[in-house]
């Protein structure tokens, strides 16, 4: 767009008019003209307060576009505005402003009346990655919407602090979603703390095969061999997805304890938990895998004849 030929002292002037079409429009107009927009600061703090949404909105965009930090404090007098809108657009521009000082209004809004502002405020926390977030994010994940539990839950895995390790496993125990549930073995994996060890072998006998999939992933992740029996006893779970990811838990581990187990997984009849149980018995490192990695170069799957072949060439390597 050609930027336009109207002094700029007009387009300032239009931002008083009373026309709302007029303001937004100048609004629109200013933030377009990048060399000279900065000098609008001033006249753009009052319609902060302008009895038009849209104007009001406007200003909210555009005062967090200029980058000033003077606009803050004027910017969360309006975070009790009885808009939602608002407010989810007053936290975004906070953020854009000055992350450190949109902390405070940010734990705040997790607990907001609005619920598109509970979960916003949940997923800006864990771009921002602070670790000042943790504990109001535990405090959030007494959340009823289970979207906004999900994010926080998600959240506290990446942020790495091993305070979120018991609320996490009591999230695995207890909640009705089978998504947070997921989730919070997951976030268990990522946070490394071997307190996690124990209620994730647990949630490995859950009814929902995919929080017993994910549970068996974690368990891998933390590679703790105290999951080596319950591991080899996933081999024979009903769900084949299940059974697969077993397989590779049990080859991040490294326990020599696997070895005949996942010898007898090369017989199972979903090709992916062959190819998996060839991919672990490569890594694992024991000379009495080999013959029966040969036969498996008969398998009626592509895929897993060149699993086969890479784990007997690892085994030969290793001997």
């Not at 709302?20 to 200013?30: D, E, K, N, P």
């Not at 302008?50 to 004027?74: F, H, K, M, S």
């Not at 000082?101 to 602070?130: C, K, M, W």
Request: proline residues 5%; glycine residues 6%; hydrophobic residues 50%.
């Amino acid at each position: 767009m050609k930027p336009s030929h109207v002094p700029f002292a007009t387009l300032l002037a239009g931002l008083a008019d009373a026309d709302r079409q007029v303001r937004r429009q100048a609004i629109g107009s200013i933030m377009r003209r990048r060399s000279e927009r900065g000098q609008a600061f001033p006249a753009l703090l009052p319609l902060l307060n302008d009895p038009e949404y849209p104007v009001c909105e406007a200003a909210i965009r555009a005062l967090g576009t200029l980058g000033n930090p003077q606009a803050i404090p004027a910017l969360r007098a309006l975070l009790t505005h009885q808009n939602a809108r608002l407010r989810l657009l007053v936290l975004q521009a906070l953020v854009q402003l000055d992350q450190r000082q949109a902390l405070l209004p940010l734990f705040a809004a997790l607990h907001d009346r609005a619920l598109s502002i509970r979960r916003e405020a949940a997923r800006v926390l864990g771009e921002l990655g602070n670790a000042r977030a943790v504990a109001p994010l535990i405090a959030a994940l007494a959340e009823t919407d289970q979207w906004v539990r999900l994010n926080v839950v998600m959240v506290l895995g990446t942020l790495g602090d091993t305070r979120a390790v018991a609320p996490l496993t009591t999230v695995l125990a207890e909640d009705w979603s089978v998504g947070v549930r997921q989730a919070a073995a997951k976030a268990l994996g990522l946070l490394g703390d071997a307190n996690a060890v124990a209620p994730l072998i647990v949630a490995l006998d859950d009814v929902n095969a995919r929080i017993r999939e994910v549970a068996a992933s974690a368990l891998g992740t933390l590679r703790d061999t105290r999951a080596v029996a319950p591991l080899i006893a996933q081999l024979h779970d009903a769900d084949a997805r299940v059974r697969e990811v077993a397989a590779s838990a049990l080859r991040a581990l490294g326990d020599a304890r696997a070895v005949d187990p996942l010898l007898a997984q090369l017989h199972d009849a979903d090709h992916d938990i062959r190819r998996a149980a060839a991919t672990a018995l490569g890594q694992l490192c024991d000379a009495r895998a080999i013959e029966p990695l040969r036969a498996l170069l008969a398998d009626p799957n592509p895929s897993v004849i060149q699993r086969a072949r890479e784990a007997i060439a690892q085994l030969e390597g290793s001997v």
